[in-house]
């Protein structure tokens, strides 16, 4: 039987989603995280949104947004990948890979660094698109002051300055999920 699915790749920023995009974004990041909190939803918004469409239905999405790291004594701004979540019955299929394409796009043209917070599972996508494996201690900057943020996975993508993966990165602040 010959595959009837009409699917394309689409790019906007957060302004020109509307409602009704902006609930399938929702149900895929529940569906995809086992349920994601208010404010964990709220950091995928104010960038650029990657949206996979199939026959008018949402089935991909990631976003890079703006943030602060600090390294090396620089604030860097960075881009920062959000919210990567595909359809569990559309994965292996090119999706994430991508999305990713396009929105190194945006990091590349207008960040110093890229930076994203991984799963066991996309952990071997960004790997496999040139992202490093941050090695160095993690942190925030939190209201009591820049504290460890140990257990997450971080990648950074180089782009406009040298970083050294084993030394120090602090993220910014921001409700849900530091990374």
């Not at 409602?19 to 974004?25: E, K, L």
């Not at 529940?30 to 996979?52: E, K």
């Not at 929105?103 to 698109?129: C, D, I, K, N, P």
């Not at 494996?133 to 939190?142: K, P, Y």
Request: glycine letters at 12%.
């Amino acid at each position: 039987m010959k595959d009837t699915n009409v699917t394309e790749l689409r790019t906007l920023h957060t302004a020109d989603l509307d409602a009704g995009m902006r609930s399938q974004i929702r149900d895929l990041m529940d569906a995809a995280f086992d349920g994601v909190s208010h404010d964990t939803y709220q950091n995928v918004l104010g960038g650029i949104h990657a949206l996979v469409i199939e026959n008018g239905e949402l089935i991909a999405h990631a976003s890079v947004v703006q943030r602060r790291m600090l390294h090396g004594g620089l604030a860097l701004r960075t881009g920062y990948i959000e919210g990567v979540a595909v359809r569990a019955d559309r994965r292996r299929r090119g999706h994430g890979d991508a999305m990713m394409a396009v929105l190194e796009r945006f990091v590349r043209s207008g960040y110093q660094l890229g930076a994203l917070g991984a799963s066991t599972e996309g952990s071997r996508l960004y790997a496999s698109r040139g992202w490093q494996l941050w090695r160095g201690q993690i942190s925030a900057m939190t209201p009591g002051g820049i504290r460890p943020t140990p257990g997450a996975t971080v990648y950074v993508l180089p782009v406009s300055v040298p970083v050294d993966v084993s030394a120090e990165l602090t993220c910014d602040w921001r409700p849900a999920s530091l990374w």
